[in-house]
């Protein structure tokens, strides 16, 4: 299971209709030709092929998400590598040194999420500092935001 797969690209393999949003997915844990370990997890906030967040709202979950996660305590916040939006809008990958589990990943982002309903501005959101700076909305990163948090962020995946 640890195994990587180069060849394959490993969220193809899911059974996307199998799942049940929102939830944590310990997708694939690799270890580099020095052994070190990198793990990738999925960050499903909306149910695939039902409902996605909009480009505002996701971009904006994304300032925030990568400010408040590094705002967590300290020995897991300076492992995280990248956390990014799914193409299809529907959750972020996070992209972490060392080998962690969903639950653990599950809790750090419920704290994140608490805090983005309660943010008052964006990070970052400036031609300066970000790539579409236009391309934000705060309510609806808020509201994404308590969707996952009144659904409860699950560690598991499969429905
Ligand atoms: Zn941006």
Redesign the pocket.
């Known amino acids: 299971m640890n195994e990587s797969k180069f060849s394959k690209v490993e969220s193809f393999e899911l059974d996307h209709t199998k799942v049940k949003a929102p939830f944590v997915r310990k997708c694939t844990v690799l270890t580099g030709d020095r052994g070190d370990v990198v793990t990738k997890f999925d960050i499903r906030f909306t149910q695939p092929n039902e409902a996605e967040m909009q480009s505002e709202g996701i971009?904006t979950l994304?300032?925030l998400l990568a400010t408040y996660l590094r705002d967590a305590d300290e020995a897991f916040a300076s492992k995280i590598i990248d956390v990014s939006p799914m193409g299809c809008r529907t959750g972020f990958y996070m992209t972490i040194w060392g080998e962690w589990e969903a639950s653990f990943i599950a809790a750090r982002v419920t704290e994140a999420l608490q805090m983005v309903v309660s943010a008052e501005s964006i990070p970052?959101?400036n031609a300066v500092?970000?790539?579409?700076?236009r391309?934000?909305s705060l309510p609806l990163a808020k509201e994404y935001a308590k969707d996952v948090l009144a659904k409860g962020l699950s560690d598991s995946y499969l429905s």
């Open positions: 971009h994304e300032h970052a959101d500092q970000c790539g579409n700076y391309l934000h």
